[in-house]
């Protein structure tokens, strides 16, 4: 019987779930894209993969499904002397289509806005689709949260050629949000604000009309419990996804969600 295919809700969602470094072992690793494969013929979004380096080479090997893979992070390196960095082109060889820039836990390892937007720039010279990471400590009464993830847009995005910054996929990921449950993650009221504003910056950042076409993701906290409102009631393109994609019958589930 020919499976059928659902199409996530109202739009193409696009789910990136990144294992940060949850997953320390190549059998774990192929069962849960195991789980993403066959997720992957079932429902019409895209699932991008990032696992740790040394797993992405083992898993993107001999990858034929739909699944796509994304680098956690790219060194600023362009090769060479740079002992322990991996490099944009590294990931592109062995089959990452995506690179991770700028996620707060790369920040709180040093990563400034300024190294970030030389990330993006790494990754775009190698045909890695960047998803540039901003988000807010303290989502503060003062509404200073605002100005904030304006100027990690700004600094990552201004030194690109302008053709490139609409390549970039926004993911808004407040820190206050990571890493908790579904009870802690952003409210569909509080995130529909913050993917207006964002879209707001964008369109003063990117050329022309082009940021009507760029993709903002969530994330922080997205499980089973949350992913359906969040998908439907606030206008984001997709999730970054953490604790709740390395469990695979959470993952399943959130996805299945989104249908
Ligand atoms: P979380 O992580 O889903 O565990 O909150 C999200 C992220 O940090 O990308």
Same mark, same amino acid.
């Given at each position: 019987m020919p499976s059928i295919r659902v199409t996530c809700y109202h739009k193409h969602m696009l789910i990136v779930a990144n294992w940060k470094a949850y997953v320390e072992d190549l059998p774990k690793a192929k069962r849960l894209l195991a789980v993403s494969k066959d997720l992957a013929g079932k429902v019409a979004c895209t699932i991008v993969l990032a696992p740790p380096a040394p797993l992405l080479g083992a898993l993107a090997a001999g990858n034929r499904s739909a699944v796509a893979f994304a680098a956690q992070d790219v060194s %600023?390196?362009? =090769?060479? #002397?740079?002992?322990g960095e991996i490099t944009a082109q590294a990931y592109a060889s062995v089959g990452a289509s995506y690179a991770i820039a700028g996620h707060s836990e790369r920040r709180a390892a040093g990563d400034t806005d300024t190294l970030v937007s030389e990330k993006l720039a790494r990754a775009l010279a190698h045909d890695l689709t960047p998803i540039l990471c901003v988000g807010e400590r303290e989502h503060d009464d003062g509404g200073r949260y605002l100005s904030f993830v304006r100027e990690e847009l700004t600094v990552a995005l201004t030194s690109l050629p302008p053709k490139h910054r609409t390549k970039v996929i926004v993911a808004y990921e407040p820190i206050w949000a990571i890493g908790k449950t579904s009870a802690s993650a952003m409210k569909p009221i509080d995130l529909t604000e913050m993917v207006l504003y964002i879209r707001k910056v964008l369109a003063e950042l990117?050329? =022309? !009309? /082009? /940021? !009507?076409h760029s993709l903002v993701l969530y994330g922080g906290s997205v499980e089973p419990e949350n992913a359906h409102d969040l998908a439907t009631r606030t =206008? %984001?393109?997709g999730f970054l996804i =953490?604790? #709740? /994609? %390395?469990d695979s019958h959470m993952f399943a589930s959130l996805v299945k969600q989104l249908v």
């Open positions: %600023v390196t362009t =090769g060479g #002397a740079a002992t990117l050329p =022309g !009309k /082009s /940021s !009507k =206008g %984001v393109d =953490g604790h #709740a /994609s %390395v």
